[in-house]
């Protein structure tokens, strides 16, 4: 489902700098699996997310995702990918403050010029799914953490995609709601999503839905 | 076919607007003046420009002057009898007129003389003469004013006559016997009108001499034929034909706003500026939701669209404003200050209501010169913005 | 020199497509030289960001120069009155040497645009991008032309002279006078018509067979016989004047600005067709361009057949 191939990712500081986050790594994830990436912060982990989400492209190797060359997309067709195949979740939920729950979740459709019927029944969908229809006009600044997280979680369905990617997913989050997420992360192994998550918690180490745990360091897989 | 608005698109992009809104809000305001200023001058010479043309219809069709010397010389009356046997001519009227400058308002008054028993080469006159007798008034030694002489007149303590200084230094005293309104007021307003002989006197002139002649031709097709005869009989004349002033008033008011519009050129080169280096300011809130609205699927053309839809709804708003702001300026307010700028002449010129005279071409002409400009100051920052290393902002 | 507002305008948009073309022609030779769709390196991905800008400003260029071609006729038209002996945009033109060659060029600017904007719309909706590398080389060439328009346009309205009487239309598109249109009325009435109706109907068998290439030539050879017809015959009918074969005259109220509308009419209905036989299409848009084609052109064919008709029918004889 997603390989790495022999990757290497370094990026330019300056003409004369630069900074290897990935060394020539090489990673297998079948479909269905839960893969947990563990290491500190700057380790590369995060580096390998947006690898997968074709967000950034590999200076030296390759990333196939469902067979498709996802490292040599072009930019708009690397951001088709992700919105149909690809659903983020990320540390700071990266939430519009300035928007309203629904039309902090509709934003992954709003380019597509969606039918209305069909976005709201996609809306009622995940709000459902994710129980927070309830504060579906209240603006996203006003909501908890464990509110704003569900809302991401919610947007980053809205188009029911293949693969999960969450970073740091529990950073802000205390345990209970911690535990929550990872109830929630069980049903959606459930429903055969493949699911990536890049974190340090100790929380996830030990979990039974996780099939492997891949630890990285400076770079490399150890 | 599918409905190629997007209207959540744009929803968006108004709300986008809605949130960073006192630097919109700035920006409106500015290019709302600028639209504005702009309209209102196109409004004001266009008005101007119509004002003057009904004055050039009420005219003769040519008007013949004598040349000495390069400079404009009083002609003989004889000429006027001699131009009437041309086919074609049905009137030549020797004019006696002149500007006389009244030094203590530091005004020009255009003193015209009029015969009772002659063809009058104006209607407003024609109308005169059957109010007043000139005649009469000649052997009073009096004159009918324009309204806005009188006003000049009564301020400087001239209520019942005016003392005229000849050009020998010796005064001459006439009284006002009326007020008058003419067809159009930027032409009454300065206007004195009496006797020829009272205005020669006034002026100098010799008896059989006048100013210049008016020539009638009631076949239009016909002016320039006669013109070239009239210039063949007497080449020390200059003939000029009303449909000459057209053009050269159409060109001096063309220039007028041709001039203001390249100064107008700096205005918009620094609002170009301003625009490029607001839209290059990105906070790092709105990088954030850049990278946030990429990473969650949107395209480099969609944030490009996106950025579109705003620059195109403030610019357009503000086009929209500004063209209603000059409006309500030029023809609610009569264009204070600004429209001296395009009058010019005296003081006493400028009283005059601008007529209300709307042409769609300037509202093309001013969508030109904004919305376009705005949208090309927002290119560069907006492809800056739409592919910012998305990695890179949000973490 | 002209200062008149709106020629002002003209050349201050001009300067700006300068600028900003510049920019883009930059760019393009840039892309044109070092495009390299495996490459992995930094310089490749920088190249694939630019392109976005490069097409940004094109389209921009074009957006505004389909408007501002209206509006360039129009002030062809306005200034007119300033010229003794013009009536109407024919007169300007006239003016100077240059008026014919800049209305021409505008006009072939305009294909291009349009057909670059094509090759750009198939060029994205592939992964491989496969005309990246054509398109930029296209536009280095829509460039130069862009800038001889931009440098031609200023001389035309530098060199107008307010004083010089120039020729009226009824002059210069008469049948006695010895310019270059004058030519075009050596050709009898019937045999233009017989090959514009002729034209027309080839371009409907093309359409319905398909044949791309067909319909495109059809289409090129469209746009000159139309105009010759239109000068030398449906004109006259607008005009409901047989010596009057100005093609400009109508672009002012006095004819309801119907110009506007039957040169919009071919100059769609010919680059939709064009457009069809100049790149490898989907079949769904290469359906849509026969399709946009035929009805444009249609419709231009039905206005203009209109005037002679209605005016037989008013009148009961022909011009």
Redesign the interface.
């Known amino acids: 489902m997603i390989t790495l191939k022999n990757t290497t990712k370094t990026y ?1 500081i300056n003409k004369n700098n630069s900074v290897t986050a990935l060394d020539n790594i090489t990673i297998n994830i079948k479909e269905g699996e839960l893969v947990v990436l563990k290491g500190v912060s700057g380790s590369g982990k ?2 390998i997310l ?1 690898l997968i ?1 074709a ?6 190797g390759e990333v196939i995702v469902n067979e498709k060359r996802v ?7 690397a ?2 990918y ?3 195949d ?1 659903g ?1 979740i ?2 700071k939920y ?3 403050p ?2 309203s729950v629904q ?1 902090n979740i ?6 597509t ?2 039918d209305e019927v069909e ?1 709201k029944a996609k809306l009622d969908r995940v709000m459902e799914q994710f129980n927070i229809a309830h504060k579906k006009d209240t603006m996203v600044r006003s909501l908890s953490g464990g509110e704003q997280q569900r809302v991401a979680i919610a ?2 369905h809205i ?1 029911d995609p293949k693969i999960i990617i969450a ?1 740091e997913p529990t950073a802000n989050l205390d345990e209970k709601l911690s535990l929550d997420f990872i109830e929630i992360l069980r049903g959606l192994k459930d429903s055969g999503k493949t699911i990536v998550v890049a974190t340090h918690d100790p929380l996830f180490f030990n979990l039974d839905i996780v099939d492997r745990v891949i630890e990285v360091q400076g770079g490399k897989i150890l | 076919m599918k409905n190629n608005l997007n209207l959540y698109l744009i929803e968006f992009a108004i709300n986008a607007l809605l949130r960073a809104k006192s630097k919109n809000i700035f920006i409106l305001v500015v290019f709302t003046l600028l639209t504005a200023l702009l309209t209102a001058v196109f409004l004001i010479t266009g008005s101007i420009k119509h004002e003057l043309q009904s004055t050039v219809d009420a005219l003769p069709q040519i008007t013949v002057q004598k040349i000495k010397a390069g400079r404009h010389y009083d002609i003989d009356t004889s000429v006027a009898d001699e131009i009437l046997t041309i086919a074609g001519v049905s009137e030549a009227v020797p004019r006696v007129w002149g500007y006389y400058y009244f030094e203590n308002a530091g005004v020009n008054f255009s003193v015209v003389g009029i015969e009772q028993y002659e063809a009058q080469y104006k209607d407003s006159f024609a109308k005169l003469v059957e109010k007043f007798d000139f005649e009469e008034l000649s052997s009073q030694s009096s004159m009918v004013v324009g309204r806005g002489v009188k006003e000049v007149m009564s301020s400087s303590y001239y209520k019942e006559y005016f003392n005229f200084i000849k050009p020998d230094g010796s005064l001459k005293k006439v009284t006002v016997a009326g007020v008058f309104d003419g067809d159009t007021e930027l032409e009454s307003n300065d206007m004195i009108l009496m006797s020829k002989e009272d205005v020669r006197e006034i002026f100098d002139m010799q008896e059989g001499k006048a100013t210049d002649i008016v020539v009638k031709v009631p076949n239009p097709e016909e002016v320039t034929t006669v013109a070239s005869k009239i210039k063949l009989m007497y080449p020390d004349t200059r003939v000029i034909s009303s449909t000459d002033l057209k053009i050269s008033y159409q060109n001096i008011f063309d220039y007028k706003s041709g001039v203001f519009l390249a100064l107008f050129v700096v205005a918009l080169f620094t609002f170009f500026m301003i625009i490029y280096d607001k839209a290059s300011g990105l906070s790092s809130e709105e990088k954030r939701e850049i990278g946030i609205l990429k990473a969650i699927g949107w395209r480099v053309d969609d944030i490009l669209k996106e950025k579109f839809y705003e620059s195109f709804i403030l610019s357009f708003l503000a086009y929209l404003f500004g063209i209603l702001s000059a409006f309500g300026f030029v023809y609610l307010l009569q264009a204070p200050l600004l429209r001296e700028i395009f009058v010019g002449y005296s003081q006493l010129k400028t009283s005059f209501e601008l007529p209300f005279v709307f042409e769609i071409q300037t509202l093309f002409l001013v969508f030109f010169l904004s919305v376009p400009i705005y949208i090309a100051a927002t290119i560069i920052p907006s492809w800056r913005a739409a592919t910012l290393e998305v990695d890179e902002v949000i973490r | 020199m002209i200062l008149a507002p709106e020629v002002l305008a003209i050349l201050i948009l001009n300067s700006i497509f300068l600028l900003f073309s510049l920019v883009a022609f930059v760019l393009s030779v840039r892309i044109f030289i070092k495009w390299d769709m495996s490459a992995t390196t930094q310089e490749q991905y920088g190249l694939e960001k630019q392109s976005f800008l490069a097409a940004t400003i094109i389209k921009y260029i074009f957006a505004i120069k389909l408007p501002l071609f209206l509006f360039f006729v129009f002030t062809l038209d306005k200034i007119s009155t300033l010229l003794t002996g013009a009536m109407c945009g024919a007169g300007v033109v006239d003016a100077t040497d240059y008026g014919s060659y800049l209305l021409i060029l505008k006009l072939m600017n305009l294909y291009l645009f349009g057909f670059w904007l094509t090759l750009h719309y198939l060029d994205i909706k592939s992964p491989n991008l496969p005309y990246t590398r054509l398109k930029f080389e296209f536009f280095i060439v829509a460039f130069l032309f862009l800038l001889v328009e931009i440098v031609l346009e200023g001389v035309m309205f530098g060199s107008i002279d307010i004083d010089k009487m120039v020729s009226c239309c009824g002059t210069l598109y008469s049948s006695s006078s010895t310019s270059a249109i004058s030519g075009i009325f050596s050709i009898d009435t019937t045999v233009m018509l017989t090959l514009f109706y002729g034209n027309f109907l080839f371009m409907v068998i093309f359409y319905m067979m398909r044949y791309q290439y067909l319909f495109a030539i059809s289409n090129l050879a469209f746009i000159v016989v139309a105009l010759i017809s239109l000068i030398q015959f449906f004109g006259t009918y607008i005009y409901e004047l047989p010596t009057h074969h100005c093609p400009f005259c109508f672009l002012q109220s006095d004819y309801y600005f119907v110009g506007y509308l039957i040169y919009s009419l071919l100059f769609l209905g010919t680059f939709y067709g064009m457009r069809v036989g100049v790149v490898k299409m989907l079949d769904e848009d290469r359906g849509k361009g026969f399709k946009l084609s035929m009805i444009f052109n249609g419709v231009y064919v039905v206005l203009v057949t209109a005037y002679p008709i209605f005016y037989f029918i008013r009148n009961g004889v022909w011009l």
């Open positions: 330019e995060s580096t947006s989400a967000l950034t492209k590999p200076t030296i490292s040599k997309l072009p930019d708009n067709f951001s088709d992700r919105q149909q690809i983020f990320f540390q990266n939430l519009i300035t928007l039309d509709l934003l992954p459709l709003v380019p010029n969606p976005a947007r980053a188009n970073d």
